[in-house]
C-alpha cells in the first residue's frame, strides 16, 4: 500500500535496478545512470527498485561460498566489502532519492551475512521497504496497482522477457504494469484487459476495460567497455547490448477512464 498526496494530479513511477555496481572500473554507465536520476527527480517520481543493484555475487557463486566454508573472518571480509559497494552506490547516485521509493525487491547479484543482505541495508539508507522476491504495490485512493519481481531466465530479445511477463500477468493478474528487471531488455507492451463492473441490478453489470503493462526495466550495465583487455561476461558472451536506460510510468490521477490513464514511457 502506498499514500500520495490528495492533490496530486499526477503520478511518476521511475523503475530502476540492474545497475550491477562493481566500483568505478566496472561495467556501470555512470552519466547514464545520474541524467535519468536527476530527470526522475525534476519530474517528481516516486522510485521502485528491481534489483541487481551491486555486482557481488550471483546464486551460483553464493552457493559455492557456502559449499567452501570459509571460516567468518572471510566471510566478514566479503560482508565488508559488499557493505563498500553498497555504500558506494547510495553516496555517488541514489542519495538524492532518499525516502522517495515504494520499496525495492532483491535481485540475483548481492550479499548476505549474518541475517541480512546487502539489498535490506540499501533499504535502510534509502528509508524505502524491502519487499522481498516479489510484490503487489497499491494505491487505495485510485484503485491502481503495479507489480515488481527482478525476473528470471535466459534471452538476449525483448520478447523473452515479455513472454515471461505475459504468463506471469495471467497467473497473478490484479495490477495494472508489471515490472521485471534481469534481462535488462527495455520493453512496453499494453495488453487490452476487460474487469467486471458489478451494479446493484442486472441491467448495471458492465464491463471496464483497461489497459495491462508489461514492462522489462532496462539497466545500466555496459556489454562493451573501451580499452579493457579482458572484457565483462557480456562481451565475452557476445551478449546483445543493454539499452542504459529505465522505463518512466505515468499515471493521470484525474482520469476517471481507467483504460487511459497509465502511460509508458521507454
Given amino acids: 500500500m502506498f499514500t500520495v498526496p490528495k492533490s496530486q494530479k499526477t503520478l511518476t513511477i521511475a523503475p530502476i535496478g540492474d545497475i550491477q555496481w562493481s566500483g ?25 527498485g528491481v534489483g541487481d543493484y551491486i555486482d557481488m555475487l550471483s546464486p551460483s557463486n553464493r552457493q559455492r561460498l557456502a559449499a567452501a566454508g570459509l571460516y567468518d573472518t572471510a566471510m566478514q571480509l566479503m ?29 540475483h547479484h548481492y550479499y548476505a551475512f549474518d541475517g541480512q543482505s546487502s539489498d ?11 519487499l522481498g522476491t516479489s510484490a503487489f504495490l497499491h494505491n487505495s485512493a485510485h484503485d491502481w496497482t503495479l507489480y515488481v519481481h527482478h525476473g ?3 534471452g538476449i530479445l525483448p520478447g523473452n522477457a515479455l513472454n515471461r511477463l505475459y504468463h506471469v500477468a495471467a497467473g497473478l493478474q490484479g495490477a495494472e504494469v508489471y515490472l521485471f528487471g534481469h534481462s535488462t531488455r527495455l520493453a512496453a507492451t499494453p495488453l487490452s484487459r476487460p474487469f467486471p463492473i ?10 471496464e476495460h483497461r489497459d495491462v503493462y508489461l514492462v522489462p526495466c532496462g539497466g545500466f550495465s555496459k556489454s562493451n567497455i573501451v580499452g579493457k583487455t579482458f572484457g565483462d561476461y557480456a562481451e565475452q558472451a557476445n551478449m546483445t547490448p543493454s539499452p542504459l536506460k529505465a522505463p518512466l510510468i505515468t499515471v ?15
Avoid at 554507465?29 to 541524467?35: I, N, S, V
Avoid at 553498497?86 to 522517495?100: Q, S, V
Avoid at 541495508?121 to 521497504?129: P, Q, R, S
Fill in 24 to 48: 568505478e572500473n566496472g561495467p556501470t554507465a555512470k552519466d547514464q545512470l545520474k541524467r535519468h536520476i536527476d530527470d526522475c527527480l525534476k519530474r517528481d517520481a516516486y522510485f521502485v
Fill in 120 to 130: 535490506e541495508y540499501l533499504c535502510d539508507m534509502l528509508k524505502a521497504k524491502f
Fill in 198 to 207: 458489478w451494479g446493484k441490478k442486472d441491467s448495471e453489470h458492465t464491463l
Fill in 152 to 154: 528470471n531466465g535466459g
Fill in 79 to 107: 560482508w565488508d566489502k559488499a557493505l563498500e559497494l553498497t555504500n558506494e552506490i547510495y553516496e555517488k547516485f541514489l542519495k538524492p532519492t532518499k525516502g522517495r521509493w515504494l520499496g525495492l525487491v532483491h535481485g
Fill in 252 to 266: 493521470d490521477l484525474t482520469c476517471k477512464d481507467k483504460s487511459h490513464r497509465t502511460r509508458v514511457q521507454v
